[in-house]
């Protein structure tokens, strides 16, 4: 779970969430090759495999803006009836990977 590492933090360097998913735009725009999103990115080889197996899922199982949505959830903390985070992410790691299939 490398790459979900990166994103949800929990790995250096992290790997911002926006930057990623607008550099998977980029990508599927044919804009960039998977190369220089790869190296841009800072991906490992096996981070870049993630990524490419979730753009292969895109379009057909899923959006980009569902999987920028499902990232972000996966970044953002559980809020307490104060507003406050409680250190609980709103969607784990393992339901992104189980929803995406990474």
């Known amino acids: 779970m490398g790459l979900l590492n990166r994103l949800a933090g929990d790995e250096e360097p992290k790997l911002p969430i926006h930057q990623f998913t607008a550099m998977m735009a980029v990508y599927m725009r044919g804009w960039v090759t998977a190369a220089q999103a790869e190296e841009r ?13 979730w753009i292969g899922k895109i379009p057909g199982q899923f959006t980009r803006q569902e999987i920028d949505d499902l990232l972000i959830l996966l970044e953002g903390d559980v809020l307490d009836e104060n507003g406050q985070p409680t250190g609980q992410k709103m969607l784990s790691k393992a ?8």
């Open 41 to 53: 990115l800072g991906l490992s080889a096996a981070e870049a495999q993630t990524l490419a197996n």
């Open 95 to 102: 339901e992104v990977a189980t929803i995406i299939g990474s």
